[in-house]
């Protein structure tokens, strides 16, 4: 249903998609690099999924992926929101030079983040058909 819509707008919702977790990734981490960094794996990410969309025995299309693209995004950036605190307070160390052994990463948080990707990644593929 929405790969029917013009390319402009699924393009213009993988920016969208794109620019909120870029967008979420600066004010949680406060670190341009890094935001550089997560803006050029997101965008090799997209032109990934397409490839391998192509590739695939049931040959999904540039529009198809593009939506898959959208939402595993917005999936990604929503599963994150409840780590904000823990990144901020990872970021702050960052830039104040503390560094740790390992950086915990609560199970709690990981079950959310994989949730809502395989939510939003589910609802695509619906929706993408």
Known sequence: MLARLPLVWLLLMAALATFAFCFAIDRWMKERKLTVVFLVISVGCCLGMIAVGGAQVQNWNARQMLV??????????????PTRKLLIT????????????????????????LFSVILMCFLAFVLAT
């Open 68 to 81: 898959l693209y959208s939402f595993a995004w917005t999936g990604l950036t929503i599963g994150m929101f």
């Open 90 to 113: 990872y970021g702050d160390e960052y830039r104040r030079g503390i560094q740790r052994e390992k950086y915990e990463y609560p199970k709690r948080y990981f079950a959310a983040l």
